[in-house]
């Protein structure tokens, strides 16, 4: 992956919204915020609760006069619009917007539009691609950070972030060996006997199949293993308590 991308809000309205763009981009890796001519200025009380402390935990924030000035450095800009435009430029979504960024040496900005127009015309002619997402035609209405959040997604995944499960096993104990799957079969069976529950007896063979097949299929952990057959246990105690209240 190239240089992480910054994040551009064209002339933003709601400080609530730059707060939740900031930690939208920070869940998915992205740390450098600019913020063009914003309407209420910066800083702004406002984007701080929404930003969940985004702003000390890495989003740096500048603000700049216009579009122009926060795009100036930058060698390759990204328009992010629902509307089609009619211009000579490169269409694409989320994920393709991630692949053009990767192939640009120079630094890369991705451009967001205010809440009540989005970018103007003129904002778009200053990038060289446009990125825009599936949405429904007849309601193509995205908040301002939830808009970001589609794109930081997008790149946080291309980079490898795995999130804190860090692989779809973590956390999750080894899986149980045959050796102790058997022996909860045979602890299982053996209460579920005692119990009556293999009735007529000529088909206990075919009902214990059936139950093992399907505790085979759960692919049980060495933990649920364990968890089972204490509570089969449990339960079996449970009964003989049971049954010597009856008899007193």
């Known amino acids: 992956m190239t240089k992480d991308p910054v994040i551009i809000l064209a002339e933003p309205q709601l400080g609530e919204n730059i707060g939740a763009t900031a930690r939208a981009m920070l869940n998915f890796g992205l740390t450098e915020l600019r913020i063009a001519a914003p309407r209420d200025g910066?800083?702004?009380?406002?984007a701080e609760p929404l930003s969940a402390g985004a702003f000390e935990a890495g989003v740096s924030v500048t603000t700049y006069d216009s579009v122009e000035a926060a795009c100036a450095d930058l060698g390759y800009l990204v328009a992010a619009t629902a509307r089609p435009r009619g211009m000579e430029k490169p269409v694409t979504n989320a994920s393709g917007a991630v692949d053009l960024i990767a192939q640009q040496a120079s630094s890369v900005g991705v451009m967001f539009g205010n809440e009540a127009q989005g970018l103007s015309n003129d904002h778009v002619a200053l990038c060289d691609a446009i990125m825009t997402y599936p949405v429904n035609k007849a309601f193509a209405?995205?908040?301002?950070s939830q808009a970001v959040i589609v794109f930081a997604h997008a790149w946080g995944e291309a980079a490898g972030q795995e999130g804190r499960f860090e692989g779809a096993q973590a956390g999750v104990s080894d899986v149980a060996s045959r050796e102790a799957l058997f022996g909860m079969f045979e602890h299982f069976e053996y209460e579920l006997e005692r119990a009556g529950y293999f009735h007529p007896p000529d088909k206990t063979p075919l009902m214990t199949r059936n139950l093992r097949n399907a505790?085979?299929?759960?692919?049980?952990?060495t933990q649920e293993v364990r968890t089972f057959r204490g509570a089969v246990k449990a339960?079996?105690?449970g009964r003989g308590k049971a049954r010597i209240k009856r008899d007193d």
């Open 42 to 46: 910066w800083p702004n009380p406002a």
């Open 141 to 144: 209405s995205l908040n301002l």
């Open 215 to 221: 505790f085979i299929r759960g692919q049980w952990t």
């Open 235 to 237: 339960l079996a105690i």
